[in-house]
C-alpha cells in the first residue's frame, strides 16, 4: 500500500471569512448526518484567540464535529475544522481503509485529496 492511494468517499472543502458562521451554521442545518463524506471547514480565524468554532457548528448538525489535528484519519460523515494559526500546508489525512496518508486541504483551496 502507497502513500498515493485515494481516499474512497468524497471530501468536501467549504472556505469561510470570519463572517461565514451563519452560512455554515445554515449548511449543516440543512444536512443529514449519513452524507457519505467527509467535510473540511477552513475559516479565517484568529490565530492569537482559541476558537470556538468546533462547539458553534456542533451545535448546528449532527455530524461528528472535531478539530483537525496532524496525520487524523479521515472519516467519512464527519466535519473536521482547521484550526487556527494553522498556515496553508497544514498536513496529511490517513486514509481509513489503508492507513495510507493523504494530502490534507489547504487553506488557500488547494482541496486536492
Given at each position: 500500500m502507497t502513500e498515493q492511494q485515494k481516499?474512497?468517499?468524497p471530501v468536501v472543502g467549504i472556505g469561510a471569512s470570519a463572517g461565514g458562521l451563519e452560512?455554515?451554521?445554515e449548511l449543516l442545518t440543512a444536512l443529514t448526518p449519513e452524507t457519505g463524506m467527509a467535510w473540511i471547514v477552513v475559516q479565517h480565524l484568529d490565530p492569537t484567540h482559541q476558537s470556538?468554532?468546533?462547539e458553534l457548528l456542533g451545535a448546528k448538525t449532527r455530524l461528528a464535529v472535531s478539530e483537525a489535528h496532524d496525520c487524523e484519519q479521515i472519516l467519512p460523515d464527519h466535519l473536521?475544522?482547521?484550526p487556527p494559526n494553522c498556515d496553508d500546508?497544514?498536513?496529511r489525512w490517513k486514509s481509513p481503509s489503508t492507513g495510507a496518508?493523504?494530502?490534507r486541504a489547504a487553506a488557500h483551496g488547494d482541496l486536492r485529496h
Open positions: 481516499i474512497s468517499f452560512a455554515l451554521s470556538m468554532l468546533v473536521y475544522v482547521i500546508d497544514v498536513g496518508r493523504q494530502r
